[in-house]
């Protein structure tokens, strides 16, 4: 079983919908939840991270964890063109030294 | 305040030969990570610095080493290297080492013919 499952996609949506992105992770050690954005051609940057089940808003995203579940998601509100991009869900860890492990990515198109 | 930078954006090798990559830190911070990302996947940890000390390493073989300078930039060295070496390389560099604080450059793209 892999460390982390999300959907690769792509997933095509309408401009003003609202987008939602899943990930699982199979480890518990796991203390810190993140979602990255990765424009083409570019490295991932850091959208919104979190210790804690529950929700985080940021503007026009919303981070979902359920450690019990052993999931996380991504909401992503009235959603852009320039929203377009992979979404990365990453996890990290300390053991002996800090390690984020990263979802596959799933690649979104918001069509104007 | 500069970002990460990275040098090559692109390189061309051949099958057995060696590469080195050049990564310069985020003013002000004292970790930088390596990752690995081929295409359609996501980065694969390969090692962290803090320090100019390995910190950390993913499942990459030895042929994969690194170091990091006294002003925090960092090399990756790969070996030997191979057709599947073929891909994105991330520098990220941050302050803990832990990865939400993690600036990102924009990769080094290897390929290996």
């Known amino acids: 079983q892999k460390e982390v499952e999300q959907d690769p996609g792509p997933l095509s949506v309408p401009e003003g919908a609202i987008v939602s992105l899943n990930c699982t992770y199979s480890n518990s050690a796991f203390q810190y939840f993140m979602w990255y954005r990765q424009y083409s051609r570019k490295g991932p940057e850091l959208l919104m991270y979190?210790?804690?089940?529950g929700n985080k808003e940021d503007g026009r995203f919303t981070a979902q964890v359920d450690k019990s579940s052993k999931y996380i998601s991504l909401f992503i509100r009235d959603s852009q063109p320039s929203d377009s991009a992979t979404y990365l869900c990453a996890w990290g860890e300390n053991t002996g030294g800090f390690k984020t492990i990263f979802g596959a990515g799933t690649r979104l198109f918001v069509k104007a | 305040e500069t970002g990460v930078t990275q040098s090559p954006t692109h390189l061309i090798k051949t099958r057995g030969q060696q590469v080195t990559l050049r990564c310069s830190s985020q003013s002000g911070h004292n970790t930088v990570s390596w990752y690995q990302q081929a295409l359609g996947q996501g980065p694969q940890f390969i090692f962290q610095y803090y320090r100019e000390e390995e910190n950390g390493r993913g499942n990459f073989p030895p042929r994969f080493s690194g170091l990091q300078f006294p002003n925090y930039s960092s090399e990756l060295n790969v070996n030997a290297l191979e057709l599947d070496d073929s891909a994105l390389y991330l520098c990220a560099s941050s302050w803990t080492g832990e990865g939400y604080g993690y600036t990102f450059g924009s990769g080094t793209r290897l390929t290996v013919v």
């Open positions: 979190t210790y804690s089940s």
